[in-house]
Nanobody, 124 residues
């Protein structure tokens, strides 16, 4: 399994930006599809974005489309989530996940590995 560590979370004003990173250990990162999910207090974990192992194919939740951008650098074993125009409904713990089934890329339990999460807080 891939070991994943998220970073980049923090407090930002509404309308501001943050870039999350997900560092992966092991040599299997380039062969894994990657995803970002988030979970707010009292809510279910939800899909945010996913990127296929071959760079270019991405999925986004409707709630973040046009504001968030997912990317990956296979040479650095790192995935990113650029979050712009943050809204009061975006605060959550953001998790990165790695898996091998692209058909389940938008499914919470469609991945094999996940990190501990990074907190994003938006001040209105």
């Amino acid at each position: 399994q891939v070991q994943l560590v998220e970073s980049g979370g923090g407090l930002v004003q509404a309308g501001g930006s943050l870039r999350l990173s997900c560092a992966a250990s092991g040599s299997t990162f380039s062969s894994a599809h990657m995803g970002w999910f988030r979970q707010a207090p009292g809510k279910e974990r939800e899909f945010v974005a996913a990127i296929k192992r071959s760079i270019g194919t991405t999925y986004y939740a409707d709630s973040v489309k046009g504001r968030f951008t997912i990317s990956r650098d296979n040479a650095k074993n790192t995935m990113y989530l650029q979050m712009n125009s943050l809204k009061p409904e975006d605060p959550a713990v953001y998790y990165c996940e790695a898996g091998r089934n692209w058909l389940r890329a938008r499914v919470v339990d469609g991945y094999d590995s996940w990190g501990q999460g990074t907190q994003v807080t938006v001040a209105s």
